[in-house]
């Protein structure tokens, strides 16, 4: 069974960084998928970044050139650095996985994504 855990969210100042981290376990293939997404209260969940197994990576416009997403293969673990922090990032922050890698999906969609962590909280002030 595959389980995901976020760790590393708090509570920052505007300009502030953070790194999160989420821990994956049950399966040993390197060949996946995987993505950061936030959901703020009252809105819909959005994809922040994704990574697939070639380490081709995509990121959602608002966060380009602030957040860097990477991965160890050999921790199974998926890391999201997050600079220059705005009130706006507030949210639930959420990693998600999938295998085997079905190719670029991943990179732009959320409906491709089956296995979900319980997310960390981020939240940024002024």
């Known amino acids: 069974q595959v389980q995901l855990v976020e760790s590393g969210g708090g509570s920052v100042q505007s300009g502030g960084s953070l790194r999160l981290s989420c821990a994956a376990s049950g399966y040993t293939s390197s060949s996946y998928s995987m993505g950061w997404f936030r959901q703020a209260p009252g809105k819909e969940r959005e994809r922040v970044a994704a990574i697939n197994s070639n380490g081709v990576t995509s990121y959602a416009d608002s966060v380009k050139g602030r957040f860097t997403i990477s991965r160890d293969n050999a921790k199974n673990t998926l890391y999201l650095q997050m600079k220059s922090l705005k009130p706006e990032d507030t949210a639930m922050y959420s990693c998600?996985?999938?295998?085997?890698?079905?190719?670029?999906?991943?990179?732009?969609?959320?409906?491709?994504?089956?296995?979900w962590g319980q997310g960390t909280q981020v939240t940024v002030s002024s």
């Open positions: 998600a996985a999938e295998y085997p890698d079905p190719g670029d999906w991943c990179l732009s969609s959320i409906a491709c994504f089956r296995y």
